[in-house]
């Protein structure tokens, strides 16, 4: 039997950082192990007197297991250490019986979490700095955002009102963009004259002109003009153009202005 109370000693120390027990009255009666050096003038003294001052989540499930004399498990409570630190445990425990079937208090271990506290306030306070950020950085991009709206919103109606035609061109010199006035010189709509070639704009009289002119500025972001005739409404034009020059990475492409020089 000594043999077997040995062995249990020697499970419960190697699995558990403090071995405890306390009676009726709710008062300590024994500690042991590592923690028990943390927890000085304890013995005879209320558990309750041991708990740190920080709020205590979890003691009203162990206080409702004590007062029905039921078994309990992994419950987290903070004790004060002898230096005033809080020390966070994980809870065991279970009744203890008389021979008459009195319940003399209750025995059990306790293990030391206090690290991994520690560890998941500094992830949590992480976690939250980081929402904070991003919730900063997301506001700034909001209004940056709400910013560049507000200027696109602007030039789309300086182009909208503007007394010229405008043309936007891609890399491969396909439209991408006209405004009002570009559609009533050239006498098709934007989703008609989207992706449309720069040349099938151009009078086949006048595209050889055109061709010879815009290849000669390719390399050059200088204003380039030249004067012809649109193929579909036959319309003298005085066009006015120039390179758009690359942005992160983006390839080059052009704007067109048409003045109607007809008359």
């Not at 190697?14 to 042991?32: C, F, P, R, T, Y």
């Amino acid at each position: 039997r000594n043999q077997m109370v040995l062995r249990y000693q020697d499970f419960a120390l190697a699995s558990s950082d403090l071995l405890w027990e306390i009676n009726a009255q709710g008062k300590v009666i024994e500690l042991s192990g590592t923690l028990a050096k943390q927890i000085s003038g304890a013995l005879q003294q209320p558990w309750r007197g041991l708990l740190a001052p920080c709020p205590q989540p979890n003691l009203a499930m162990l206080e409702q297991a004590l007062n029905q004399q039921q078994a309990f498990s992994q419950v987290e409570i903070a004790f004060r250490a002898h230096d005033d630190k809080e020390r966070w445990v994980r809870l065991n425990g279970q009744p203890v019986y008389g021979e008459a079937g009195e319940c003399l208090g209750f025995r059990g271990t306790a293990v030391d979490i206090s690290l991994a506290r520690e560890a998941e306030t500094l992830v949590r306070n992480y976690n939250q700095e980081l929402l904070v950020q991003v919730a900063q950085r997301t506001h700034e991009l909001s209004q940056s955002h709400s910013a560049l709206a507000t200027k696109e919103q602007y030039l789309r109606l300086l182009l909208t009102t503007a007394p010229v035609g405008v043309l936007a061109l891609d890399a491969q010199d396909c439209c991408t963009y006209l405004n009002a006035n570009a559609c009533a010189l050239t006498g098709l709509n934007e989703q008609q004259a989207r992706g449309m070639p720069l040349l099938e704009f151009v009078h086949h009289d006048d595209a050889q002109r055109m061709t010879q002119a815009w290849r000669a500025s390719r390399t050059s972001q200088e204003v380039q003009t030249l004067e012809f005739r649109l193929s579909k409404t036959h319309v003298w034009c005085a066009a006015s153009w120039t390179r758009v020059a690359p942005v992160n990475g983006s390839q080059f492409g052009s704007i067109l202005v048409l003045n109607d020089s007809t008359a």
